[in-house]
């Protein structure tokens, strides 16, 4: 046969036994470092497939720092060097071994080789290949779970802004609503009771939600819903010394 | 040929990971040598999967490649926009948590002492007496927020301080506000920071980043 026409044994049998072999054994990989590693943050002293995952770790990272006043970690040299070698294992050394030790093989079968030359060629072949397909196996689903996994997620964290501004809001309302109650009459105030407190337009309707202000002698009681999650709420009271209790949530805030 | 390309390879994708120099995110580097790399394995397998190799192994392994370079880069971006997303989220939470710790503490102080202003028997104190006996000694520019303990980063100055009037700056000392270039109390900038005026009338509140 002439080696530069199309062959149509490109996918022998030979050829596809190695190839389930090569993804077997990437799979015992994959999950054999889940089970070593699982216990362990993702970070650049450990080989791992996927550089990037570390790179968000630190970003995260950095953010927990800032949240707590510290100034962010900036990335040693070293781990740098890490995650540049974890870029060259996967992009670079297991593609190319995988690719032309594949083309080698070929060649050899055409020039009909000696098995040796064949054997060296089969074992790059194995070793490039379990480097690739540790990356690429775990990729496509977690790829697929991603977009649905963010989506929840920012949802979530737009559930629970919601009901921190909300809160916010009714800590604005019980502030009126004390302060009403510490001022006399003279000046409109409700000389130690809550009763006939009512709150401006502005304190009762603002972007995050709708109060309701039922205002006793002792106590004033306000019930809030969310604007943008309708079925959403929360209900509270003020106490004589202007203190927020009995909260409870309703809906989506639970 | 093999060792020329693993050489090729690893010489492009280094460069292209220091090109960004060494900066606080180590994101830069990586997308750097992530488009290298790309460009790396395009040409890889152009080369790698000339004739000998028939038409149907040529189409199966230029799908496969962009099935799994897709995935990779998809989940790549994913992590990249998602941990900045949360990164940023986590500030505006600090943000939120601190402006709310400013509403819970400094109003109640100042209502404190606009009840006993109210309720004061026989001879009139004025307001900044009547702050000044909860907080002897206060003078303009002091800071009279108690620390709850060593990561409280809350600080609350006297503004203003006069018979009819008491003003309290509350200002955070890391959480970022509204806007960077904001001119804080204490000479910082960029910080969270709320200001509340006590008359007599009561409490009035302006969230000033």
Known sequence: ?254 | MVFLWLICGFVLVSVAFFIPGNQAEVWPNLNSAGIAALLYLLALVAYTMRKPFGRKAQIAVWAVTFVTLGALGMHWTGMDSMSHWQHEKLLSIRAVIGRGIIQAEVPYQLLTVLDSFHHQKGKKATLQQVFLSKNPGAKVGDNVHKPNDERDSLRVFISSLSDTMIALTAQEMFVKGRDPSFKNFNGRTGMVQERFTLTAKGVRRESEN
């Not at chain 1, 002293?45 to 630190?58: E, H, L, N, S």
């Not at chain 1, 000046?187 to 039922?214: C, H, K, M, Q």
Request: charged share 15%; glycine share 8%.
């Open chain 1, 1 to 254: 046969m002439n080696p530069k026409t199309d062959s149509p044994r490109e996918f022998s049998s030979e050829y596809l036994q190695l190839l389930v072999a090569i993804t077997g054994a990437t799979l015992l990989l994959v999950f054999g470092f889940e089970r070593l590693f699982s216990h362990q943050r993702f970070s650049p002293d450990v080989f791992i497939p996927f550089p990037w995952i570390v790179a968000a770790g630190q970003t995260i990272d950095d953010g927990l720092e800032m949240f707590t006043g510290k100034l962010p970690n900036i990335m040693s040299m070293s781990h740098r060097l890490a995650l540049l070698a974890d870029m060259l294992v996967v992009f670079v050394l297991g593609p190319t071994l995988l690719l032309m030790s594949w083309r080698k093989m070929r060649l050899v079968k055409e020039e009909q080789a000696t098995s040796p030359v064949r054997g060296l060629w089969t074992l790059l072949f194995v070793v490039g290949g379990v480097i690739s397909f540790s990356a690429v196996i775990p990729a496509i689903p977690i790829a697929i779970t991603q977009r649905s996994v963010a989506t929840s997620l920012f949802h979530a964290q737009a559930v629970q802004t919601n009901k921190d501004y909300m809160i916010n809001d009714l800590n604005f309302i019980a502030l009126y609503a004390h302060q009403y109650r510490i001022l006399p009459k003279s000046y409109g105030g409700g000389e130690g009771s809550f009763a006939g407190f009512t709150p401006t337009r502005g304190l009762v309707s603002t972007e995050n939600g709708d109060y309701i202000v039922s205002p006793s002698a002792n106590q004033c009681l306000i019930k809030a819903t969310s604007k943008l999650y309708p079925s959403a709420g929360i209900s509270v009271l003020v106490n004589e010394a202007g203190q927020l209790r009995d909260w409870s949530y309703i809906g989506p805030f639970e």
